[in-house]
């Protein structure tokens, strides 16, 4: 019997991790047990390998800023479990979440259906949006797209922010196999809105779009940043839509922004509002959005949670991520060292990962995520790096001593597993609180 939200949790903790299958039956027969809550209001559906929770952060705030009752399903949550389900950027409370959890445990069981954790959660967040009667639900998919058991919507607003290579085994091999499983959110009259995409990709997004017969919208092509000046970690920018009707162009935009990568999930995140209030004969409103943007932060990506010392957490786990992290601080950083910690789950490409970071003069210590069956240990990470490396198999301690060795100079930058960016950032509210 469960009685308790803490037990609740580790129920759903509980439930098998890994799919029987990729196919999308049993989550239809669950959401059948409760009239189909997917079908009970409009959504709009985010992939990428990177940049869909910043984008489903910012359509959210954005269309509460608007006056919309927003839901948002994100992953993985960073300090509690109850971050991922979110009405109007309030986290589902915990009577509710036990009382859907008991809902559902019985439920299914009477039917004798077994979900993996992700589903029994989707299947929560949404009877839970289905009931509180929320006016539209921004979903980020948890992996890839077509087979993702977010894809039982019938979306009207798609977002595919990047396509690069992880979870090859789930999703790959190949970048194009990644790119086939991600445009399966694209439904029929969608329009869908698309990030920065290898050219060699390219046919792939416009086959199903003719498929679905959707409406194609695409950054640089048809979505802008002009104007765009730089100052210790802010951005002051021009956004463009130049396709729409009539063209839309906000000026004096300003929000935090380490990344070239947040300004291009920002620029996809406006444009998705922007298209959900004109089907509803509305318009972005100039001045709510740079209320929106002027503070927007997502926790553990770019954020910085310390100014002396200079602490940056953020999430990247994966080769292209790590590429964009490198190309940002370098940038920003020209000149100051630079002292990285990082810890990755086994089965990421942590040689390539490696062989990237090889190239700057960053001052580099590994460490493993604790408490993890998944994190990469200090004999796997030598496997697969093949050379001497520093490592530590504690962070505070990786971190103390280069606070020791450096007197607190330069970036102190925590990166790779969010399980490792959760613990960090804990940590240090923690000790701030």
Known sequence: MIETVAEAIAYIHQRPRLHRSNKLDVMHQALALFGNPQDKFPTIHVTGTNGKGTASHLISRLLVAHGYHVGLFTSPFIL??????????????????????????????????????????????????????????VIEVGI?????????????????????????????????DIAQEKVGIIKSQQTVFVGKIATDLQPIIIKKVHEQQAHLVQIDQDLQIKQLRRHHGQAQFTWQW??????????????????????????????????????????????????????????????????????MLDGAHNVPAVTNLIANIQRDFRGQPIHLILGMMADKNIAEVAHLLAQTNWRITWTTVANNPRAASQAELAQQIGQPFAYNESWQAALQNFLQEDGGEGLYLFAGSFYLISEV???FISAES
């Not at 087979?147 to 990047?162: L, M």
Request: hydrophobic share 45%; with cysteine.
């Open 80 to 137: 509690r479990f109850n971050e991922r389900i979110q009405i109007d950027q309030q986290q589902i409370l915990d009577d509710d979440l036990l009382r859907w959890t008991q809902k559902l445990s019985t439920a299914l069981g009477q039917a004798k259906l077994a979900l993996t954790e992700f589903e029994f959660v989707t299947v929560l967040m949404f009877c839970y949006f289905a009931e509180q009667e929320i006016d539209v639900g």
């Open 144 to 176: 890839g797209g077509a087979h993702d058991r977010t894809n039982v919507i019938d979306a009207e607003i798609g977002v595919i922010t990047s396509i690069g290579l992880d979870h090859q085994k789930l999703i790959g091999p190949t970048l194009a």
């Open 242 to 311: 130049l396709t729409a009707i009539p063209p839309l162009k906000l000026t004096g935009l300003k929000m935090p922004a380490w990344g070239d990568w947040q300004l291009w999930d920002a620029s996809l995140a406006l444009a998705a509002a922007e298209q959900f209030l004109q089907r509803r004969q509305g318009r972005l409103d100039p001045v709510l959005v740079k209320r929106v943007l002027i503070n927007f932060n997502v926790p553990g990506r770019l954020e910085v949670i310390s100014q002396e010392p200079l602490l």
């Open 425 to 427: 950032r804990q940590f």
